[in-house]
């Protein structure tokens, strides 16, 4: 019995319990000091980024639609309210369309201008400049100055007139029907040169074998584009329609400079009417509501990326 | 021969889309600088008769005040949210651990929030640590979300460090911050250079968090002031044309200066950096 409780206490000294020993130098390490350095920071982005998400939502859930806070559970009323509101059933057209049409402008005008650059063109970066200054300016800015540019009568419309295509005269964002097109031009004039940029560092990417063994095979500048260069290019618009799409469902900056939503809402979006609903009528639950819609548009756009991402990231 | 032709007509192309990229700012610039009584609508597109800078006394006038707001702003917080990204980047890096790469893709789904999906519980939390409608308030919620951001961007910066310059370092008994101050920080200046352009573009950029957590217009950031400037019918066209191209010059001015960075910081932000 001695001997062998002696036996039991060897080996103790040989191997004294590993898991303590581990945790007693796992307490001293760096790797220690890092997690508790990264530690705030993971807070701050899941109380005001993930928890935030969820009070939004359970805010669109009760009946706060005044200045003081009431959690009362009113369940899918707002939402149900919100779908019988005819502002947001033209907002929710309008952003369709406003997508849309930016998403297309963007990557065919990005597209193309970055297939021209990569022609080794005399002042490339002359051009590269001058077509990526706008993403540098503000979108309240480009709203003032396309605000002007695009008033009936003035602007662009005398431009036209003055080379005598004068009939193409517009009533630009203030169209009731079309104007929420014409804001996506000014969209388009800021974003548009960020598109090229990001096509523009994929080209310089493909290595000039590949072009070079399309040409053994005989293929034209059409062929090559359209069998090589732009199915190689498509996690890049995969990108930017992810990117650019997500800046498009929450126009809110431009829409308040250029045109505050313009005649009958005719240039509303979910992120205006959000913002009046919310900060200027105090309709708490309400701007909740189209805040969730919001989320999910987003959600929508982003998850499948994010699914991408995520693979990348832990292979 | 076609060659020629087709060579000729890029830069056609090309010459087109530059006048139409410029065109604004162009605008923007004549007609600040033509004096009230010679700014018809009419004659938007013509040069002004003389060098006459009235409109952008106006305007600076008018926006100065916001415009110093927004220097309050910009400069603490692109500083504050560069430093914080340089330790979460080096940490999601260089000191792996059980989770770390989960943790990186929670912080980096952040990028794509829609703000307003959390600005009704912003507001009301903000409120309630007191820190609503003051510049410091805004400052911290910029440096918050930046957090995403400026992790992704110094994350893919130190994983091309390589490790045995660590490993060499913790040999010669450097720990956690030794190694940040010594080895890390010092050789993280490019990627300093890019976060700090891309946040102080995006900050100084910024309507949203401006005017729903700045809610005294004495203390909004520059690009409200502008908005207001554009909404009011007592203010000339010209004078809100000024006020907008002073509102956009610092951008303009460090964009064209530095453009290199700016256009890796775009990049790092598509995540493909």
């Given at each position: 019995?001695?001997?062998?409780?002696?036996?039991g206490?060897?080996?103790?000294?040989?191997?004294p319990?590993?898991?303590?020993?581990?945790?007693?130098?796992?307490?001293r390490?760096?790797?220690?000091?890092?997690?508790l350095?990264?530690?705030?920071?993971?807070?701050?982005?899941?109380?005001?980024?993930?928890?935030?998400?969820f009070?939004t939502?359970?805010?669109?859930?009760?009946?706060w639609?005044?200045?003081?806070?009431?959690?009362?559970?009113?369940?899918?009323?707002?939402?149900v309210?919100?779908?019988?509101?005819?502002r947001?059933?033209?907002?929710?057209?309008?952003?369709?369309?406003?997508?849309?049409?930016?998403?297309?402008?963007?990557?065919?005008?990005?597209?193309?201008l970055?297939?021209?650059?990569?022609?080794?063109?005399?002042?490339e970066?002359?051009?590269?400049?001058?077509?990526?200054l706008?993403?540098?300016?503000?979108a309240?800015?480009?709203?003032?100055a396309?605000?002007?540019?695009?008033?009936?009568?003035?602007?662009?419309?005398?431009l036209?007139r003055?080379?005598?295509?004068?009939?193409?005269h517009?009533?630009?964002f203030?169209?009731p029907?079309?104007?929420?097109?014409?804001?996506?031009?000014?969209?388009?004039?800021?974003?548009?040169?960020?598109?090229?940029?990001?096509?523009?560092?994929?080209?310089?990417?493909?290595?000039?074998?590949?072009?070079?063994?399309?040409?053994?095979?005989?293929?034209?500048?059409i062929?090559l584009?359209?069998?090589?260069?732009?199915?190689?290019?498509?996690?890049?618009?995969?990108?930017?329609?992810?990117?650019?799409?997500?800046?498009?469902?929450?126009?809110?900056?431009?829409?308040?400079?250029?045109?505050?939503s313009?005649?009958?809402?005719?240039?509303?979006?979910?992120?205006?009417?959000?913002?009046?609903?919310?900060?200027?009528?105090?309709?708490?639950?309400?701007?909740?509501?189209?805040?969730?819609?919001?989320?999910?548009?987003?959600?929508?756009?982003?998850?499948?990326?994010?699914?991408?991402?995520?693979?990348?990231?832990?292979? | 021969?076609?060659?020629a032709?087709?060579?000729?007509?890029?830069?056609?192309?090309?010459?087109?889309?530059?006048?139409?990229?410029?065109?604004?700012i162009?605008?923007?610039t004549?007609?600040?600088?033509?004096?009230?009584?010679?700014?018809?609508?009419?004659?938007?597109?013509?040069l002004?008769?003389?060098?006459?800078?009235g409109?952008?006394?106006?305007?600076?006038k008018?926006?100065?005040p916001?415009?110093?707001?927004?220097?309050?702003?910009?400069?603490?917080?692109?500083v504050?949210?560069?430093?914080?990204?340089?330790?979460n980047g080096?940490?999601?890096?260089k000191?792996?651990?059980?989770?770390?790469?989960?943790?990186?893709?929670?912080?980096?789904?952040?990028?794509?929030?829609?703000?307003?999906?959390?600005?009704i519980?912003?507001?009301?939390?903000?409120?309630?640590?007191?820190?609503y409608?003051?510049?410091?308030?805004?400052?911290?919620?910029?440096?918050?979300?930046g957090?995403?951001?400026?992790?992704?961007?110094?994350?893919s910066?130190?994983?091309?460090?390589?490790?045995?310059?660590?490993?060499?370092?913790?040999?010669?008994?450097?720990?956690?911050?030794g190694?940040?101050?010594?080895?890390?920080?010092?050789?993280?200046?490019?990627?300093?250079?890019?976060?700090?352009?891309?946040?102080?573009?995006?900050?100084?950029?910024?309507?949203?968090?401006?005017?729903?957590?700045?809610?005294?217009?004495?203390?909004?950031?520059?690009?409200?002031?502008?908005?207001?400037?554009?909404?009011?019918?007592?203010?000339?066209?010209?004078?809100?044309?000024?006020?907008?191209?002073l509102?956009?010059?610092?951008t303009?001015?460090?964009?064209?200066?530095?453009?290199?960075?700016?256009?890796?910081?775009?990049?790092?932000g598509?995540?493909?950096?």
């Amino acid at each position: 019995m001695s001997a062998s409780s002696l036996k039991g206490r060897e080996r103790d000294l040989a191997t004294p319990l590993p898991t303590t020993r581990r945790v007693a130098r796992w307490l001293r390490s760096d790797t220690l000091i890092a997690i508790l350095v990264l530690t705030p920071s993971i807070i701050a982005v899941a109380v005001f980024i993930y928890a935030f998400i969820f009070w939004t939502i359970y805010s669109s859930l009760v009946l706060w639609n005044d200045v003081n806070p009431d959690y009362t559970w009113v369940g899918l009323r707002n939402f149900v309210r919100l779908l019988q509101t005819d502002r947001f059933l033209i907002d929710l057209h309008n952003i369709l369309i406003y997508t849309v049409l930016f998403l297309v402008e963007c990557i065919v005008v990005g597209f193309l201008l970055a297939v021209f650059l990569d022609q080794r063109i005399k002042g490339e970066a002359i051009f590269r400049t001058i077509f990526l200054l706008p993403f540098a300016v503000s979108a309240i800015v480009t709203g003032v100055a396309w605000r002007w540019l695009m008033n009936p009568d003035s602007g662009i419309d005398l431009l036209f007139r003055s080379v005598g295509l004068g009939f193409l005269h517009s009533n630009w964002f203030t169209d009731p029907n079309f104007g929420i097109a014409a804001v996506t031009i000014a969209s388009s004039w800021q974003m548009s040169g960020y598109v090229m940029a990001l096509y523009l560092a994929a080209l310089r990417g493909i290595p000039g074998e590949l072009r070079e063994a399309a040409a053994i095979d005989g293929a034209g500048v059409i062929a090559l584009y359209r069998y090589v260069i732009i199915p190689l290019l498509t996690p890049v618009t995969y990108t930017v329609v992810v990117i650019v799409g997500g800046i498009a469902l929450r126009a809110f900056d431009i829409i308040s400079s250029m045109t505050s939503s313009g005649p009958a809402f005719a240039d509303d979006t979910p992120a205006f009417f959000m913002f009046q609903t919310t900060f200027q009528s105090n309709h708490f639950s309400q701007g909740a509501a189209i805040a969730v819609v919001m989320l999910i548009l987003a959600a929508i756009l982003t998850i499948p990326y994010l699914i991408n991402i995520s693979r990348e990231v832990e292979g | 021969m076609t060659r020629a032709w087709s060579r000729g007509g890029i830069y056609l192309i090309l010459v087109a889309f530059a006048l139409f990229y410029l065109m604004p700012i162009y605008v923007l610039t004549v007609s600040g600088m033509k004096p009230y009584k010679d700014v018809s609508i009419a004659t938007m597109w013509n040069l002004p008769n003389s060098l006459y800078f009235g409109s952008f006394v106006e305007a600076w006038k008018r926006v100065s005040p916001n415009f110093w707001n927004s220097i309050q702003i910009t400069v603490p917080a692109a500083v504050i949210s560069s430093l914080i990204g340089s330790m979460n980047g080096y940490i999601f890096a260089k000191w792996r651990f059980r989770f770390s790469n989960l943790l990186f893709l929670f912080v980096l789904f952040g990028i794509f929030l829609p703000y307003q999906g959390i600005l009704i519980p912003l507001v009301v939390s903000l409120q309630s640590i007191h820190l609503y409608g003051s510049i410091p308030g805004l400052i911290f919620v910029h440096c918050v979300f930046g957090i995403p951001i400026t992790a992704l961007i110094f994350r893919s910066y130190f994983i091309g460090i390589p490790t045995e310059l660590l490993d060499a370092s913790k040999i010669d008994g450097a720990g956690f911050f030794g190694i940040y101050r010594w080895i890390m920080f010092p050789i993280a200046m490019p990627a300093f250079a890019v976060a700090l352009l891309w946040q102080f573009t995006s900050i100084w950029n910024d309507f949203l968090l401006g005017v729903v957590v700045l809610s005294n217009p004495n203390l909004s950031p520059v690009t409200v002031a502008v908005n207001n400037l554009a909404g009011s019918y007592f203010v000339e066209w010209n004078v809100q044309m000024a006020g907008a191209l002073l509102a956009a010059l610092p951008t303009i001015v460090f964009y064209l200066a530095l453009g290199r960075l700016f256009m890796r910081g775009l990049l790092a932000g598509s995540l493909k950096g």
